[in-house]
């Protein structure tokens, strides 16, 4: 009994897993940049009013996006369609320009599948078999569209309103596009080019100009740009000049400032000895004054009273003294007197003593004048045996003499004689008398005339 049950459980349980799995299978979900379309259903009948005609619409065509729907087992079908957007290239060569100029016209393209039901059934009948195919059918409708907008433009309006342009390209080909199902997301004039020179004379006075202006504008940011940069230089020489000022000062300040500080030291040790000084002149001025007191007291009052005491001593003394002076004056006057009076006889006396000798004198110094050679001779005379003795008195004082000499002890009196002559000879060179002449002279006057020597004699004996 129990297997005849189980069994139809597990068939039950069998299908319904089945069942699930082909539901599972069969459920589809879209993705973001996905649509699907769900065919198998018949569209509804449209009738034409003006034709009469009768069609079916695309209403059997059931589109999916971003959601999920089943699709019934072998009645219905599913296509994905791709709603990516496509870049798209696109290049034509030798359009010919209003001015008949041929260009070279490269550009691109952002296309992709229109968003809405319609534009997705109208793409798919199209190209869901072939959706390789939308770049090359997007090309040729914008190159189309290029050649025929060139055809009606200048070089000058293409290049300078490259956005404008490209805005009438988008518009021109925008039907052909759309009744495709697709959208012109964007379009762009990359590059415009010829084969000729045209296009880089055309730009050769615009490039010459600015040249020109670049020129001028370089020029003319050199010059301010050095101007800026002597301006510069000049507010930064003024701000070293400054800022050499400030630190000058600062310098000076801080100098000034270490020089009181330097000189803080000793002026407050000078300002401390003058305090010190004054005081101790104070003190100084103190014991002065004291000194002062003590000496009056010690010294000037007594000497006061000592010189008061030797004044009076020495008055009384002075006047003894003055007492006496007149006794002795008196005493002396007398005997100045009595010693006058024999001074005046001495006087008298020697007066006449001198009176008689001055006689005699003159009488000499006639004889003397008269007999000068004479009286000289008999002075020398009576010398020369004195000088003879003073010449031999160093040899008579010697005990023991040696005398060598081939004349034996006759030497001697030799030597004496030399001694005098030569005492002679130095008397006549120092004092130019010539004894030896005076002699001869003598000698002859006393054989000539020997009364005058005798007269000269007595003469000289008077």
């Given at each position: 009994?129990?297997?005849?049950?189980?069994?139809?459980i597990i068939?039950?349980?069998?299908?319904?897993?089945?069942?699930?799995?082909?539901?599972?299978?069969r459920?589809?979900?879209a993705?973001?940049?996905?649509?699907?379309?769900?065919?198998g259903?018949?569209?509804?009948?449209?009738?034409?009013?003006?034709?009469?005609?009768?069609?079916t619409?695309?209403?059997?065509?059931?589109v999916?996006l971003?959601?999920?729907?089943?699709?019934?087992?072998?009645?219905q079908?599913?296509?994905?369609m791709d709603?990516?957007?496509r870049?798209?290239?696109?290049?034509?060569?030798?359009?010919?320009?209003?001015?008949?100029?041929?260009?070279?016209?490269?550009?691109v393209a952002i296309v992709?599948?229109g968003?809405?039901?319609?534009?997705?059934r109208?793409?798919?009948?199209?190209?869901l078999?072939?959706q390789?195919?939308i770049?090359?059918?997007?090309?040729?409708?914008?190159?189309g569209?290029l050649?025929?907008?060139?055809?009606?433009?200048?070089v000058?309006q293409?290049?300078r309103?490259?956005?404008?342009?490209?805005?009438?390209?988008?518009?021109e080909?925008?039907?052909?596009?759309t009744?495709q199902?697709?959208?012109?997301d964007?379009?762009?004039?990359?590059?415009?080019?010829?084969?000729?020179?045209?296009?880089a004379?055309l730009?050769r006075?615009?490039?010459?100009?600015?040249?020109?202006?670049?020129?001028?504008?370089e020029?003319?940011?050199?010059q301010?740009?050095?101007?800026?940069?002597?301006?510069?230089?000049?507010?930064?020489?003024i701000?070293?000049?400054?800022?050499?000022?400030k630190?000058a000062e600062?310098?000076?300040?801080?100098?000034?400032?270490?020089a009181?500080?330097?000189?803080?030291?000793?002026?407050?040790?000078?300002?401390?000895?003058?305090?010190?000084?004054?005081?101790?002149e104070?003190?100084?001025v103190r014991?002065?004054?004291?000194?002062?007191?003590?000496?009056?007291?010690?010294?000037?009052?007594?000497?006061?009273?000592?010189?008061y005491?030797?004044?009076?001593?020495?008055?009384?003394?002075?006047?003894?003294?003055?007492?006496?002076a007149e006794?002795e004056?008196?005493?002396?006057?007398?005997?100045?007197?009595?010693?006058?009076?024999?001074?005046?006889?001495?006087a008298?006396?020697t007066?006449a003593?001198?009176q008689?000798?001055a006689?005699?004198?003159?009488?000499?110094?006639?004889?003397?004048?008269?007999y000068n050679?004479?009286?000289?001779?008999?002075?020398?005379?009576?010398?020369?045996p004195?000088?003879?003795?003073?010449?031999?008195?160093?040899?008579?004082?010697?005990?023991?003499?040696?005398?060598?000499s081939?004349?034996?002890?006759g030497?001697?009196?030799?030597?004496v004689?030399?001694n005098?002559?030569?005492?002679?000879?130095?008397?006549?060179a120092?004092?130019g008398?010539?004894?030896?002449?005076?002699?001869?002279k003598?000698?002859d006057?006393?054989?000539?005339?020997?009364v005058?020597?005798?007269?000269a004699?007595?003469?000289?004996?008077a």
């Amino acid at each position: 009994m129990s297997i005849d049950v189980a069994g139809p459980i597990i068939g039950v349980v069998v299908l319904l897993v089945l069942l699930v799995l082909l539901i599972t299978s069969r459920y589809k979900v879209a993705g973001p940049n996905q649509a699907f379309i769900v065919t198998g259903r018949k569209g509804k009948a449209v009738l034409n009013p003006e034709s009469g005609e009768l069609t079916t619409d695309l209403s059997g065509q059931k589109v999916v996006l971003g959601g999920g729907v089943f699709v019934v087992p072998f009645i219905q079908k599913l296509a994905t369609m791709d709603l990516s957007s496509r870049r798209i290239s696109v290049h034509i060569s030798g359009a010919v320009s209003g001015q008949g100029i041929k260009l070279n016209l490269d550009g691109v393209a952002i296309v992709k599948i229109g968003g809405n039901a319609d534009q997705i059934r109208l793409g798919a009948q199209r190209f869901l078999s072939q959706q390789a195919d939308i770049e090359g059918f997007t090309q040729e409708v914008l190159a189309g569209a290029l050649r025929s907008i060139v055809g009606g433009l200048t070089v000058e309006q293409i290049i300078r309103d490259r956005a404008a342009f490209a805005q009438r390209v988008a518009d021109e080909s925008e039907a052909s596009l759309t009744g495709q199902g697709l959208i012109l997301d964007a379009f762009q004039i990359q590059d415009v080019t010829d084969d000729g020179t045209y296009l880089a004379d055309l730009g050769r006075p615009e490039a010459a100009r600015i040249q020109q202006a670049a020129s001028i504008a370089e020029a003319n940011a050199r010059q301010a740009a050095e101007q800026a940069r002597i301006a510069a230089e000049q507010e930064i020489a003024i701000s070293q000049r400054t800022l050499a000022l400030k630190q000058a000062e600062i310098k000076a300040e801080t100098d000034a400032a270490a020089a009181q500080a330097a000189a803080a030291g000793p002026l407050a040790q000078a300002e401390r000895d003058q305090a010190i000084f004054t005081e101790q002149e104070k003190v100084a001025v103190r014991q002065a004054a004291l000194t002062e007191r003590q000496l009056e007291t010690q010294v000037r009052k007594p000497a006061d009273a000592e010189r008061y005491r030797v004044e009076q001593e020495a008055n009384a003394h002075k006047s003894a003294q003055i007492l006496a002076a007149e006794a002795e004056k008196a005493r002396r006057t007398a005997l100045a007197d009595a010693v006058k009076a024999e001074g005046e006889a001495q006087a008298a006396a020697t007066l006449a003593v001198g009176q008689a000798e001055a006689g005699a004198m003159e009488k000499r110094a006639a004889a003397f004048a008269n007999y000068n050679e004479a009286a000289v001779l008999q002075m020398l005379i009576e010398v020369l045996p004195q000088i003879a003795k003073e010449v031999a008195a160093p040899i008579s004082a010697i005990d023991n003499l040696t005398v060598l000499s081939t004349d034996g002890a006759g030497a001697m009196p030799k030597q004496v004689v030399q001694n005098v002559a030569q005492t002679l000879e130095m008397l006549k060179a120092t004092t130019g008398l010539d004894l030896e002449s005076l002699l001869h002279k003598a000698i002859d006057k006393s054989a000539a005339a020997p009364v005058v020597a005798g007269g000269a004699e007595e003469s000289t004996e008077a």
